[in-house]
């Protein structure tokens, strides 16, 4: 008997290959999973959405000029140009609004000391008429309307020569403009000239093209570099980008030798839009009604940088940190002792040490943190006077750090201490909600509470003082030499941080571990 195969009939694939074949599928939709679950956690991220405000039309009623002291105020027919000996200190793009302003709010969303800031803008009035410039003796007064939107609001601006020494005067502009939430300055920048400066930035020197917000602010692990920056930040949201800084500063310089600067007020501290992204124009704008500013002009970038500093009272750098190198170190009394011993005999000139850790080590979820308590940690630094004796007679200087915040030490378990967090938020020493309560910041892990600088008595936690205090002696910071001592201001925090320390050197911050 004889039997015959139908060709229509497959033949089934072998086990293996079937396998293979739903692995591969497998594989395929967990990898569109996985981006598809990357591309979300990148939409969460937060960030900046700052909605700069466009310069519009300038309208001038009639040209004019005027003195403001040393400086020369002319006003075109279509343009206001300030010069100082015929240098020009502040002009502005011809046609061009020099002054606008805006309604809204800015929200802000804050993450263990990151911050990041949403503008809602209600209206925008970027259009300027200029009605009048009167001379008021050594002031010149500009009044006029800015608009926009169905929106207008009526402003005066006023311009004076002021002494910052005997042989510095600088160009000082207020304005104000009753009725707006911000308030922006713009500069008209000539063909090719560059900016620089808006504090410690870590772009490119030339900042042309960029949109910056002055913003103080945690700086970021990685801050751009991949894949760094997304896996601190899909985890933690502290990646950080080219903008987060420390030290961000509404004051700039320009390759004309030109500085501009909002001064050191309250009104003109507000939060700070810096807008360089147009060809021909530098804009600042300030989230309050009412700023101040000043211009200075020299005849090279370093003359006018040493004109914008003028004035400020800085100490010197201290010698001693010049002689050597200053170690960062952290893990106790031993360890220091080691490392440092293990330099020394490596034939390494130490003129300091920086010991952040000096009141106790934290660990989080996030990683090792200090113990915000700003005491001593007696069992990590057994022995801390000796020590801190035995680096002074070899000349190496010890410095630590504090920062504003406060925690709770009860978890420590450190009988020793006291508990300045108990103390300042009884005292009403803290940032509070609205409701009057202390604002407690998640930092991780555990809460913190800040430190309120706008209550007079807390606005210098660290103060000089020409006699050692109660908080111990200090000697020497990297950023110059405290005389005799200082002392905490604040009630509550006063004889707890540093007390029987023989020399320590303060590095203060605004964050850190």
Request: with cysteine; proline share 5%.
């Amino acid at each position: 008997m004889t039997t015959t195969t139908d060709p229509q009939v497959k033949r089934k694939k072998p086990l293996w290959r079937r396998l293979l074949k739903w692995l591969l599928i497998l594989l395929l939709v967990l990898v569109v999973l996985a981006v598809a679950a990357g591309i979300y956690l990148w939409t969460q991220i937060p960030t900046d959405s700052l909605d700069p405000i466009k310069p519009g039309t300038l309208s001038i009623a009639e040209p004019a000029s005027a003195s403001a002291g040393n400086y020369d105020v002319e006003l075109t027919d279509n343009a206001l140009r300030i010069t100082q000996n015929g240098r020009i200190a502040w002009q502005t793009q011809p046609g061009v609004a020099f002054l606008s302003a805006g309604q809204g709010t800015v929200d802000f969303e804050e993450h263990l000391g990151y911050f990041w800031a949403d503008v809602q803008r209600s209206a925008t009035m970027p259009n300027q008429t200029v009605d009048s410039l009167e001379q008021k003796g050594p002031l010149v007064r500009i009044r006029g309307t800015l608009s926009g939107e169905g929106a207008s609001v009526d402003y005066t601006m006023t311009l004076l020569s002021i002494p910052k020494s005997a042989r510095v005067r600088a160009l000082q502009m207020n304005v104000e403009a009753s009725g707006a939430d911000s308030v922006v300055l713009t500069a008209g920048i000539a063909n090719g000239e560059k900016l620089y400066g808006l504090g410690e930035q870590y772009r490119p020197l030339d900042l042309s093209g960029s949109i910056t917000p002055i913003l103080p602010r945690e700086q970021g692990v990685g801050r751009g570099e991949q894949p760094l920056t997304y896996l601190a930040d899909v985890t933690q949201k502290a990646g950080g980008n080219l903008t987060t800084t420390y030290a961000a500063w509404p004051s700039y310089l320009t390759s004309e030798n030109k500085a501009f600067t909002f001064s050191d007020t309250e009104a003109s501290g507000a939060f700070t839009i810096a807008d360089f992204s147009r060809n021909g124009q530098a804009s600042l704008e300030a989230w309050a009604p009412t700023i101040s500013a000043e211009a200075f002009v020299a005849e090279d970038l370093a003359g006018v940088m040493a004109k914008r500093e003028t004035g400020r009272t800085r100490p010197p750098l201290a010698d001693w940190a010049q002689r050597g190198a200053i170690l960062g170190l952290q893990g106790g009394t031993d360890k220091v002792r080691t490392v440092v011993k293990e330099m020394q005999d490596a034939g390494t000139e130490i003129s300091g040490v920086w010991l952040q850790d000096w009141t106790g080590k934290r660990v989080t979820s996030f990683g090792d943190r200090l113990w915000w308590t700003w005491q001593l940690d007696r069992q990590r630094y057994p022995g801390w006077k000796k020590l801190v004796r035995d680096l002074n007679e070899d000349g190496i200087q010890v410095t630590t750090y504090i920062n504003p915040w406060l925690v709770d030490p009860a978890p420590k378990g450190d009988t020793s201490i006291r508990n300045l967090y108990d103390e300042a938020v009884e005292k009403g020493y803290t940032v509070q909600t609205q409701s009057g309560q202390p604002y407690l910041m998640d930092q991780n892990g555990f809460d913190a509470v800040l430190v309120d600088f706008h209550q007079s008595r807390c606005r210098r936690l660290v103060r000089r003082r020409d006699r050692a205090g109660r908080a111990g002696r200090w000697r020497g910071g990297v950023h110059g030499r405290l005389r005799g001592g200082a002392s905490l201001r604040c009630e509550a925090l006063r004889r707890g941080p540093f007390a029987g320390a023989q020399s320590v050197p303060a590095v203060v911050g605004l964050g850190g571990p």
